[in-house]
């Protein structure tokens, strides 16, 4: 068994402040959403076998506990995307930076306020 995707919500409306964090801020592609589901709302977004689906969600509450982990290869990686993410006026928290064994990392959250984790 493998992961395919992890979605998170965002208000009605939402798709370009999705785009800012997931695409502008965590380096991610957007993937085109299958013609039936396009009404719906929404964006996916992918990298490498990481995909993250934002769905709308009304009335929406961000998931400020529970959150996706991405991994990314090397601390040099971790600390490019922190700076892309602050830039781009995101709160990095790094206050539990060593506390996962054999890892460093951050938290942020998104556009919505969706907690998302980064790894390396």
């Known amino acids: 068994m493998r ?24 380096g991610m592609t957007e993937v085109e959403k299958p013609a039936d589901l396009r009404a719906r709302g929404g964006a996916w977004f992918r990298s ?5 689906h934002v769905g709308v969600e009304d009335p929406f509450a ?9 991994v990314l290869d090397d601390v040099a ?13 995101f709160e990095v928290d790094w ?4 506390t996962f064994p054999g890892f460093e990392r951050f938290h942020v959250f998104d556009a919505h306020g969706n907690r998302v984790e980064i790894l390396a």
């Open 3 to 26: 992961l395919h995707h992890v979605q998170v919500a965002c208000p009605p409306g939402g798709e370009d402040g999705a785009r800012r964090f997931y695409r502008d801020g965590l």
């Open 48 to 52: 490498g076998a990481a995909e993250i």
């Open 62 to 70: 961000p998931a400020r506990k529970a959150h996706p982990a991405l």
């Open 77 to 89: 990686s971790l600390e490019r995307v922190a700076a892309r993410l602050v830039g781009l006026g």
């Open 95 to 98: 206050s539990q930076r060593r």
